[in-house]
């Protein structure tokens, strides 16, 4: 729900401001006056002009101060905000002189986006109308962000002066996963255009599929599926009827370790998890699956055990909300310890992380190979975006061909991972950070359509 907030106003009457204008007319006055040293006829029009500019002065500020006043303002933002995603801010604004005004509007962000330059500026507001502006912020790391105040410079006419007017009363909103992307992708799959953000549609192979009642045989069942046993105590057909395997359930887990702390577009690696990952639990839920979160660094540190219902998307949002990466390389033995106790039954582990060498990866392996051989485990990993960027460009020395050179190495490693991997059984995801959520929901509905979860 948004936040309307009625700001109460400091006082104000003697905020003055002398605007750019002013001092354009005052050099402009000044430079005749020069002029008029070496031609007197100039020292006239000089005059009259600093006794206009002094009349006009004294009118704009009575004009300006003669409403106690004169402006009403208010900013609309939601209590939520979305990571990673542009959330709008509204600024209501009402103006209640007799007389047209011009605005600058400055606001105060929240520190974590470090700008202290954000002006908004609207003219010509006519008198006892109200408008509304409005301006987009993208957050890039979750937590609690704290609005300042709100600052309105008013101006009448030319345009000379302006009065300051401070609305105080600081909004406090939290920012959290990146629900904007659960609800375009929600709206999507209800709408059937998941295509448009590049979810493609599988064909399902094979069946699996779960008891769900035995009834009478009517023209067109398959009669594979009679019931021997109820037909000879019944004396007629019957057949067993069965439905798609649903209520499966669906872990994620996700590495907080160091290696998730590589930068991309302003965020972390692992925000990018985070919010893929709460994609993936709502399109679970939809495909009546149970989802569940596990994340672990050099130790586990939240779960959420895995279960169906919309109440879980909102344990979800709020346990995702408050994790950190650490500077601890992640163990990866302590995590198949807690799976094999946690878990009972054969599930799918989406473990978010990333490899950047095989020597990494060896040290990951042995844990990774006995979750898979109980589990089925699928892992997603980062492609790193800055050396691939860095290999398309066009070498203009030797030095910077040498470093082509180790940086497609780096590539072709990560080639190498995904292949070890796989040898293992293990299904990967290989994705550029911004393609992260459509990756691992094909990946996920491709398993599902295999049968194998």
Wanted: proline share 4%; hydrophobic share 40%; net charge positive.
């Amino acid at each position: 729900m948004p936040i309307t907030t009625p700001y109460t106003k400091k006082p104000s009457y003697w905020q003055l401001s002398l605007e750019r204008r002013f001092f354009m007319v005052l050099l402009f006055s000044a430079f005749l006056f020069v002029l008029a040293f070496f031609w007197p006829l100039l020292l006239l029009p000089a005059n009259i002009l600093m006794l206009f500019l002094s009349i006009y002065l004294l009118i704009e500020a009575l004009l300006l101060w003669q409403t106690k006043q004169g402006v009403q303002a208010s900013r609309t933002v939601a209590r939520r905000l979305s990571n990673g995603d542009d959330n709008p801010v509204g600024l209501e604004i009402a103006n209640q002189y007799p007389v047209h005004i011009s605005l600058k509007v400055i606001d105060e962000l929240p520190i974590q986006f470090q700008r202290r330059d954000f002006a908004l500026y609207h003219h010509q507001l006519a008198s006892q109308q109200s408008t509304t502006l409005s301006y987009t912020l993208r957050p890039t790391e979750r937590g609690l962000y704290q609005f300042g105040n709100l600052h309105l410079n008013v101006s009448i006419g030319l345009g000379l002066i302006s009065r300051h007017y401070c609305f105080v009363q600081p909004d406090e909103v939290a920012v959290y996963p990146s629900f904007a992307q659960v609800h375009k992708y929600e709206l999507l799959a209800i709408s059937n255009k998941l295509s448009e953000a590049g979810i493609k549609k599988i064909r399902r192979i094979g069946q699996n599929r779960e008891f769900e009642q035995i009834k009478d045989y009517v023209q067109g069942d398959d009669i594979r599926s009679i019931n021997w046993k109820a037909t000879a105590r019944r004396n007629q057909l019957m057949v067993n009827h069965y439905q798609d395997e649903k209520s499966q359930q669906i872990y994620c887990l996700i590495d907080k370790g160091r290696n998730m702390r590589q930068p991309f577009n302003g965020m972390t690696l692992l925000d990018y998890a985070i919010n893929s990952a709460l994609v993936l639990a709502n399109i679970a839920v939809m495909q009546y699956d149970q989802p569940g979160l596990l994340t672990f660094r050099h130790q586990i540190d939240e779960i959420v055990p895995a279960t169906r219902g919309r109440r879980q998307m909102q344990k979800f949002l709020e346990t995702l909300y408050k994790q950190e990466t650490g500077f601890e390389e992640s163990d990866y033995q302590r995590l198949f310890i807690q799976v094999r106790q946690l878990i009972k039954q054969r599930s799918l582990l989406v473990l978010f992380t990333n490899f950047e060498s095989l020597h990494t990866l060896q040290r990951a392996l042995p844990a990774l190979r006995q979750l898979a051989k109980t589990q089925v485990l699928l892992v997603v990993m980062f492609e790193n975006t800055a050396i691939n960027s860095y290999i398309t460009r066009r070498p203009r020395s030797l030095e910077e061909l040498y470093n082509q050179t180790v940086a497609e190495q780096f590539v072709y490693e990560k080639r190498l991972i995904v292949r070890e991997l796989n040898k293992y059984g293990i299904y990967t995801v290989l994705s550029h950070p911004n393609q992260l959520t459509a990756a691992v929901i094909n990946e996920y509905l491709a398993l599902k359509a295999k049968g194998v979860v």
